[in-house]
């Protein structure tokens, strides 16, 4: 494992390491500020929702004669459903009928169910098996290819320019939306270009971890460094650390384990990392609350004598 | 009184002609994949209808029945499934139709246990890459046919014969081709643990990225350690197969290419499914001709480029 | 001679046949008000008198039946930098990560622009304005540790250190402790003398003779408006409240 870590464990490794760590890089980076604008919920279901999109662009591929298993082509077609589950989601919840969780759960229940559909339709095809498709609900790293790594690299270099860009226009969106838009902001493009670094960084991890795990990397990482910090661009960093870190680590685990699936040791190492910082928090921490409250619980009973 | 019987004489013969009528409906046999379905009707011949369940290019370790199939294997005649664990997620749908009383036949496990290769317990259902064994299926598929229908036994038999013969003519010239690959390059890689039995049979060591069933994910460090072997022994090819995704296979030669050896595509071999129904690399003998040509081909051997019979696509 | 035409001072917020509906209630109903330009005038009214809509609607927040807003004689857009607007606390998202500083600095963005690292100049201006509220020494702590009154003045600080010439305040003394409630005022007093213009919703009657200059009285329409001093008789309250009061 100790050969994996430092990319000494021959050329596949280091490729699956190297474009897992940049997805990492990029998921926790824009998943910090997915969910401080309380997007979580919305980026689970527009992962779900590429399924249908995937599936279909394979069939619409084979009927037009294209190669319909082209990444680009399956996760244009990915990219599409997603888009459209998450502006189905908003309209069902604005019309007011329907609460937000409700329509997101809406959303995703429908785009999945009928993703599973097309699936076996795929599986029922000659060239079905050909397609790995089911490779993409649980991630299929272990056979990345070097043109893999380079578009993660490039994905994540997209998502930290614009991130950068924006960072203090966000801010002030997440922070208070209405203040922003009478700041002049113009909300609802930064929203959109928020949604749409989200769904990048989604459609970029399906070949790593999986439509299934992906949103944990964008959730998770953020989740722990908002235990660790108070401020926003240190959050972002620390988050955008986490995600590759457990990338990194992750997939070193699973080199040395050869029977665990690459993504979801990814996201359990993530997983790993937020209990840390749960506990361990100076000011959030369980074990600070623990020793917090004794101290209370001693003085009051020293006031009381 | 003698005009009653004499009518009833008349009338006898038309009382024969429903139970003639149903004994000449060709019953329908479903067999799950084509390995089996192709060869049984070959054997049956007239006297039954064959279908298969799982076309051509689908994997069966993940095949997931709908409700069209399951109805199909409930109103076959005779159903034939591999067995040994290779179709597993048709388990329950095959124990309904037993449940129900129909004939039901496990192809891959009528051959002799101690042939069968097994691992940690688990059994390699790729029975049917070996000829020799799979000529031995044959012949269990050829009693339940002719169990089915007695009538038409001779004939089943006959074909069988016609069958088993063909089959040794390919064994031999499968195994005359497979012998001219030089002792260093006999190592076959292919996508998953598909060719052990064909590896056995013709002395070739097999390696597969993905383990026995397509279900498990590989794993990076199996990469490694096939990318090792490849430039340890120098191997100039490796193999994609028609039913699984190749992916794994171009990490592979990526692999090696970082380590300065060239390692091409040998070919695209039919694993767990054959090829287009109609054509020659649909049929039984076809598909095993076709895998031992671009093996052989590719590996550096000696063979005639259109195969066993002349008849390979060119 | 003729007289030398003097231009009036335009009014800080100038409303016309502003109405307001939620769904199929009209919570505000055809109100024509111009406000002094300068000063600090009182929005009172019973509750649901559609105060707190009033400013919403006027600053676009919330959507509106018909009517004209003018801020300073322009509109909104024209004129955004010289209005500031402070919300009601709960509005905001204290789970957020930034110091009571952060906050304070993003009302000089707007001036500073968006896509630079915010100037030394900017921030010593923010660290300014948190000193007017008096929350200079939690300027590094994480907003979600201050107590309600101070993120009140950190909200405070972040509309001042944006330097309006109109402020419009929604409730700002609502649920504040006793130190809070005297920066604010302090704050109020301030702006007054230096000429600008504050439009509070203010809930407690009995303080707005003495802390008030205007006020305007509202229940659904314009009940009265007028100095502070004398809005608040008897016969305007019983119009707007519905029974005898006494201020």
Same mark, same amino acid.
Request: aromatic share 8%.
């Given at each position: 494992m100790w050969e994996a870590l430092t990319f000494q464990a021959g050329h596949n490794a280091a490729v699956v390491a190297a474009g897992c760590i940049a997805f990492g890089l990029a998921a926790g980076a824009v998943g910090c500020f997915v969910l401080l604008r309380g997007r979580a919920l919305i980026a689970d279901a527009a992962a779900h929702a590429t399924l249908p999109g995937v599936a279909g662009a394979f069939l619409l591929g084979l009927a037009l004669g294209l190669d319909p298993r082209a990444l680009p082509w399956l996760l244009a077609g990915g990219g599409l459903t997603a888009s459209l589950a998450v502006l189905a989601a908003n309209a069902l919840a604005r019309g007011g009928r329907v609460k937000d969780d409700a329509a997101i759960a809406v959303a995703l229940s429908v785009s999945f169910g009928l993703g599973a559909v097309l699936l076996s339709v795929v599986q029922a095809l000659p060239v079905g098996g050909q397609a #790995?498709?089911? #490779?993409?609900l649980l991630g299929r790293a272990a056979g990345m290819a070097e043109a893999d790594a380079w578009t993660m690299a490039a994905v994540a270099l997209v998502a930290l320019a614009v991130l950068g860009a924006l960072l203090r226009p966000l801010s002030a969106l997440l922070f208070d939306p209405l203040q922003a838009s009478l700041a002049g902001l113009p909300v609802k493009a930064l929203d959109v270009a928020l949604l749409g670094l989200m769904l990048l960084v989604v459609l970029a991890g399906l070949p790593a971890v999986g439509l299934v795990l992906v949103v944990a990397l964008l959730i998770v990482p953020a989740a722990a460094a908002r235990l660790l910090t108070a401020r926003l661009p240190a959050m972002a960093a620390l988050s955008a650390g986490f995600g590759a870190g457990s990338a990194h680590l992750g997939v070193a685990i699973s080199a040395a384990a050869p029977g665990a699936p690459t993504g979801a040791v990814i996201v359990l190492v993530a997983v790993a990392v937020f209990a840390l910082a749960l506990l361990a928090s100076p000011r959030r921490g369980l074990v600070a609350a623990l020793r917090r409250r004794a101290a209370l619980l001693a003085a009051a009973r020293a006031a009381a004598r | 009184m003698r005009l009653i019987a004499r009518r009833a004489l008349l009338a006898a013969p038309l009382l024969a002609v429903p139970m003639l009528a149903r004994a000449q409906a060709a019953p329908l046999v479903l067999a799950t994949i084509a390995m089996i379905g192709e060869p049984a009707q070959r054997l049956a011949g007239t006297a039954a209808r064959v279908e298969t369940l799982l076309g051509e290019g689908v994997d069966p370790h993940l095949y997931r029945p709908t409700r069209a199939d399951i109805a199909r294997l409930l109103r076959a005649d005779l159903v034939l499934y591999h067995g040994l664990g290779l179709e597993g997620r048709l388990r329950d749908a095959i124990g309904r139709v037993a449940a129900s009383g129909r004939p039901v036949l496990a192809v891959g496990e009528a $051959? @002799?246990? *101690?042939s069968l290769i097994v691992e940690d317990g688990t @059994? *390699? @259902?790729? $029975?049917?890459? *070996?000829p020799t064994l799979w000529g031995i299926a044959a012949d269990s598929i050829a009693a339940r046919l002719s169990a089915l229908r007695p009538a038409e036994a001779p004939a089943i038999q006959g074909n069988l014969a016609a069958f088993r013969a063909e089959l040794a003519a390919l064994g031999s010239w499968a195994r005359a081709a497979m012998a001219t690959i030089p002792r260093e390059r006999r190592v076959l890689v292919t996508a998953h643990d598909a060719f052990a039995y064909f590896g056995r049979r013709y002395e070739l060591a097999v390696e597969g990225i993905q383990g026995i069933s397509t279900d498990s994910e590989a794993g990076v460090q199996r990469i490694r350690d096939l990318v090792d072997l490849l430039v340890a022994r120098r191997i100039p090819a490796v193999f994609a197969e028609t039913s699984v995704s190749d992916r794994n296979i171009r990490a592979l030669i990526e692999g090696a290419a970082a380590r300065g050896h060239r390692v091409v595509l040998g070919g695209s071999l039919f694993s767990d499914a054959m090829g287009a @129904? #109609?054509?020659?690399? #649909?049929?039984y003998i076809g598909m095993i001709d076709h895998n031992v040509t671009t093996i052989v081909r590719a590996l550096g051997g000696e063979v005639a480029p259109r195969g066993f019979q002349g008849r390979l696509a060119a | 001679m003729s007289p030398v035409p003097v231009a009036l001072p335009l009014p800080a917020l100038s409303l016309r046949g502003l109405s307001v509906a939620y769904r199929t209630d009209a919570v505000l109903w055809n109100v024509t008000w111009n406000s002094p330009p300068a000063g600090l005038v009182a929005i009172v009214g019973p509750n649901g008198a559609g105060k707190s809509t009033l400013l919403k609607a006027a600053l676009g927040l919330i959507p509106r039946l018909a009517g004209e807003v003018r801020f300073f004689g322009a509109p909104l857009a024209a004129v955004r930098r010289r209005v500031g607007y402070l919300p009601q606390r709960a509005a905001v998202e204290w789970d957020f990560p930034a110091t009571a500083l952060d906050v304070a600095a993003m009302g000089r963005y707007p001036r500073a622009g968006w896509f630079r690292p915010l100037p030394r100049a900017e921030r010593e201006a923010a660290l300014a304005a948190l000193a007017e509220v008096g929350m200079q020494d939690v300027a590094h702590r994480p907003i979600g540790e201050l107590s309600g009154g101070q993120q009140q003045r950190v909200l405070l600080a972040r509309t001042l250190a944006q330097e309006p010439d109109l402020f419009l305040m929604d409730e700002p003394f609502a649920g504040v402790d006793a130190a809070t409630e005297e920066a604010i005022v302090g704050v109020l007093q301030r702006l007054a003398a230096a000429g600008r213009c504050v439009i509070a919703v203010h809930h407690d009657l009995s303080t707005v003779p003495r802390a008030f200059d205007h006020a305007l009285l509202l229940n659904r329409e314009v009940i009265a408006s007028g100095p502070a001093a004398t809005l608040l008789s008897p016969e305007n309250l019983a119009r707007a409240y519905g029974r005898r009061m006494s201020a």
């Open positions: #790995g498709l089911s #490779g993409l | $051959v @002799p246990r *101690d @059994p *390699d @259902p790729h $029975v049917w890459m *070996d @129904p #109609g054509t020659y690399e #649909g049929t | -």
